[in-house]
């Protein structure tokens, strides 16, 4: 039956939602990391049970399925890394770093799916992890954000704390 002698309702022509994208390369995460992504698969998990127990909606099954299998992913491909030395800016460290004389910020280099940058946890792969990593405390970076370019002197260097 050709599309035009359908109804509006009817979503069967329909191309199903791609999967989340998994981002490129290893998948770090640190063991707070590996917690948070474990606590994920559990509530999608749950969630699907209970899409799956109240009155069938299959759009919403679907969506739960398909986070689930993201977080399944990511759980099956993490890698914990080891606690850094805290001697350089790598995966695993906090990093104070100043802008300006009167401007330091802190940052841990996290995980993707742990990064929150309003909490101060950003990715080892955005840009600014990308600027600092390798250096040491006394080591000035040339970071260009916003059209303009920033020096970035790295004051402090420490493993993330555990909780």
Do not use: C
């Not at 981002?23 to 699907?48: F, K």
């Not at 799956?52 to 399925?65: F, H, Q, S, T």
């Not at 689930?68 to 890698?79: C, N, P, V």
């Amino acid at each position: 039956m050709s599309v035009a002698f359908r109804r509006e309702s009817d979503e069967e022509h329909l191309e199903p939602r791609p999967d989340l994208p998994i981002p490129p390369g290893p998948n770090l995460v640190t063991a707070r990391g590996l917690a948070l992504i474990a606590q994920q698969a559990s509530d999608w998990e749950a969630r699907l049970d209970a899409a799956l127990a109240a009155v069938p909606d299959e759009a919403a099954i679907k969506e739960v399925r398909r986070n689930l299998r993201y977080w399944h992913a990511r759980r099956a491909t993490a890698q914990v890394a080891p606690i850094p030395d805290g001697t350089t800016v790598a995966f695993g460290t906090r990093v104070t770093y100043a802008r300006d004389e009167d401007d330091t910020q802190t940052v841990d280099l996290v995980g993707e799916d742990e990064a929150t940058p309003a909490e101060g946890r950003i990715a080892f792969t955005s840009p600014l992890a990308r600027a600092l990593m390798g250096l040491v405390p006394g080591d000035i970076a040339a970071f260009r954000a916003g059209g303009r370019t920033t020096d970035l002197d790295v004051v402090a260097v420490a493993p993330i704390p555990v909780d």
